[in-house]
């Protein structure tokens, strides 16, 4: 799995997650019950649409709505040198 798939997999379980219908779903139904549920699958279809349009929609009001020194100080408030000198 790619990193871009790992990042996709876990916006949309966060999703999920945040989900009452699913959350009541889990509590009423065993494991094995609420994965093949029909109403798991939906869910999710429409949990993916979703976080496709938000994820394409802040990418896009990142890049038109701030200049480049303000895009960079983002990154450099998080762990990414940090991260690319461990993966080094």
């Known amino acids: 799995m790619t990193a871009a798939t790992v990042s996709a997999v876990e916006s949309v379980m966060r999703k999920m997650l ?31 649409l979703e976080t496709g349009d938000q994820q394409t929609k802040g990418i896009e009001r990142l890049a038109a709505d701030r200049s480049r020194q303000q895009i960079l100080d983002i990154f450099a408030m998080m762990p990414l040198w940090e991260t690319l000198r461990e993966l080094a």
């Open 18 to 48: 945040e989900s009452h219908d699913l959350r009541a779903q889990a509590r009423a139904n065993n494991k094995q019950d609420f994965f093949v549920g029909p109403d798991l699958w939906y869910a999710l279809q429409d949990i993916i």
